[in-house]
């Protein structure tokens, strides 16, 4: 077996390889996207506690989502389809650029506005949905997924328990200053209502979501204004 | 090896090669005997669910890559054998992720990154280095499947008793009625932990030479 052999050999191999898993990756692709799209659905739905099995999710989605429309910081709304914008791409972009979609829901007369945010992690992207009541400063629910923070320790923010301690926490104080709630290393004081318990071991992970709570909230502030005053 | 190479004469099972299909289970086996491929059984044994579906997956990426590399062992370059090996187990791996993605989505988020360690499974490429490379397709095939449910079993079993006493629960049922947890009753948290599967991994290993007395080492 000379030089040549084994050099054409491996870029046959390549080859081969490279054009089966395209055309899996190609042939899969439609299916793997619905997939996404539940996903998404199911996720915005969980942070107004609302738990929606996969085959439900777009009837339940569909039934409770009135409104779903996009924002600039300046509470001004934009043309487009906020279920499309990617906000791994919008928290890129200057603030001012940036589109900020908001799902209305309509549970059974009550209003809920759904906000999504994205932040980084230990190891990764971080990123979540913040279901605010109609005061627009008590968070009915959040819901918060990861790409690969250590199982065990920074991925319990994805767990009910962590998650479920936002409900009822505000992210406006009394006098109505912007006051986002804070993931507290070990235990938050049980009367703060802007703070949360940590998750232990993953310190850098609950900053993260500090971060994220803080820099994505605040980017709705203007919108915020816009409804309270109207 | 070579016993167990196939003639042409030789029948599909013939004793030979129903051998390659049991031994793996028992005497040779990957996890028990071995000690191969106990990363992969740490992981994701909190569920029976999710071992069920690395099963079904090692299974599937094993039969197949013995087969390939063993329809291309007389083709493939001695030098760069392990990297054509490592081409086949991942390129089947990302097929079956994909495959995953699209019908059990559920489930491949459950298993994410674990899906991805089936590359590193050294029972795969220790199956394709020790028998693929040197037979023929059929009994590569059996050798395959055979140490895939091998790892299966052990996975399965693992999975069970930790997802039953760590969550009280079988596939996401409950089976632990709910007057124990009234009388104190209580799961273990522990069972959840990576380090209770190693215990139960032990717990195997001990029961099944206990029962197979030729596989304890006397020296």
């Known amino acids: 077996m000379t030089n040549r052999y084994v050099f054409l050999y491996a870029s046959a191999m390549v080859v081969v390889v490279a054009l089966v898993l395209s055309s899996a990756a190609t042939l899969l692709r439609p299916l793997q996207e619905r997939n996404m799209r539940i996903e998404k659905m199911q996720n915005i739905l969980a942070a107004i506690n609302i738990p929606a099995p996969r085959a439900e999710a777009e009837a339940l989605f569909n039934q409770y989502i009135t409104t779903a429309k996009i924002v600039n910081s300046r509470g001004e709304e934009i043309e487009g389809d906020a279920f499309e914008v990617e906000l791994q791409d919008e928290v890129r972009k200057d603030l001012a650029d940036r589109q900020l979609p908001v799902f209305i829901a309509d549970v059974d007369g009550e209003i809920f506005y759904i906000l999504p945010i994205r932040g980084n992690g230990l190891w990764g992207p971080i990123w979540g949905y913040i279901g605010l009541e109609s005061d627009l400063t008590t968070i009915a629910g959040a819901n918060f997924d990861h790409a690969s923070e250590t199982p065990g320790l920074g991925a319990e923010i994805a767990d009910k328990p962590f998650q479920e301690q936002f409900t009822g926490k505000r992210i406006f104080d009394e006098e109505g200053n912007f006051r986002p709630v804070r993931v507290v290393k070990g235990r938050a004081p049980a009367d703060d209502l802007h703070a949360v318990d940590g998750v232990s071991g993953g310190t850098i992970t609950s900053n993260g979501v500090t971060n994220m709570v803080r820099d994505g909230l605040a980017a709705y502030k203007s919108y915020f204004e816009k409804i309270k005053t109207t | ?219």
């Not at chain 2, 988020?109 to 397709?137: D, H």
């Not at chain 2, 499947?145 to 596939?171: C, D, H, K, P, Q």
């Not at chain 2, 139960?200 to 099944?208: D, M």
């Open chain 2, 1 to 219: 090896m070579s016993e167990y190479s196939n003639t042409p004469k030789e029948a599909l099972f013939s004793p030979q090669n129903r051998k390659l299909l049991t031994n793996p289970l028992g005497k040779d086996n990957p996890i028990n005997v071995q000690v191969l491929g106990i990363c992969s059984v740490l992981a994701i044994t909190v569920q029976l669910r999710t071992s069920i579906v690395m099963a079904i997956s090692v299974v599937a990426v094993m039969g197949l890559a013995n087969v390939i590399i063993s329809l291309l062992r007389k083709t493939i370059p001695p030098r760069i054998r392990i990297i054509v090996q490592l081409t086949v187990i991942a390129s089947l791996v990302i097929l079956v992720d994909q495959v995953l993605k699209a019908f059990v989505y559920d489930v491949s988020r459950q298993l994410s990154v674990f899906v991805g360690l089936i590359i590193t499974n050294c029972i795969i490429m220790g199956r394709l280095e020790a028998y693929a490379l040197n037979n023929k397709p059929w009994p590569s095939f059996l050798d395959g499947i055979g140490n895939a449910f091998g790892y299966g079993w052990v996975l399965l079993t693992v999975g069970f008793f930790r997802e039953l006493f760590g969550s009280g629960t079988l596939m996401g049922y409950q089976v632990i009625p709910g007057f124990l947890y009234d009388l104190g009753y209580e799961n273990n948290g522990f069972m959840i932990l990576p380090p209770m599967a190693l215990i139960t991994v032990g717990i195997i290993i001990w029961v099944h030479r206990h029962r197979d007395r030729s596989l304890v080492d006397i020296s």
